[in-house]
Nanobody, 133 residues
Framework: QVQLVESGGGLVQPGGSLRLSCAASGFTSDDYAIAWFRQAPGKEREAVSCISMSDGSTYYGGSVKGRFTIYRDNSKNTVYLQMNSLKPEDTDVYYC??????????????????????????WGQGTQVTVSS
């Protein structure tokens, strides 16, 4: 059974940094992807970033590109989301998810798409990120 456990959320001042972790278990190979979504109350989940564990392809949403970095440690089945230059509008509950694909960023940009919530069938419990002074 595949499970995801997130950690690393918290309170940070604007301009600060946080690193989220998503530890996966239950996989027997690296043929999977991890995506990060975020959700504010009353809003739909927004794709933040994703990474393919097999080939390292990554995607970043437009609002976080250049500030967030996603990377993986295959030996630990863990994905990290390094969030720098945080803004108050980054305040959300962040979820990691798996069961869906992560194509290269150029694929999403060419077709004007983003990872979609319905593509992923296993979710972590969520971790709160609050950016406030």
């Amino acid at each position: 059974q595949v499970q995801l456990v997130e950690s690393g959320g918290g309170l940070v001042q604007p301009g600060g940094s946080l690193r989220l972790s998503c530890a996966a278990s239950g996989f027997t190979s690296d043929d999977y992807a991890i995506a990060w979504f975020r959700q504010a109350p009353g809003k739909e989940r927004e794709a933040v970033s994703c990474i393919s564990m097999s080939d390292g392809s990554t995607y970043y949403g437009g609002s976080v590109k250049g500030r967030f970095t996603i990377y993986r440690d295959n030996s630990k089945n863990t994905v990290y989301l390094q969030m720098n230059s945080l803004k108050p509008e980054d305040t959300d509950v962040y979820y990691c998810a798996t069961g869906g694909p992560c194509y290269s960023g150029s694929y999403y940009y060419i077709f004007g798409q983003a990872p979609a919530q319905y593509e992923y069938d296993t979710w972590g419990q969520g971790t709160q990120v609050t950016v406030s002074s």
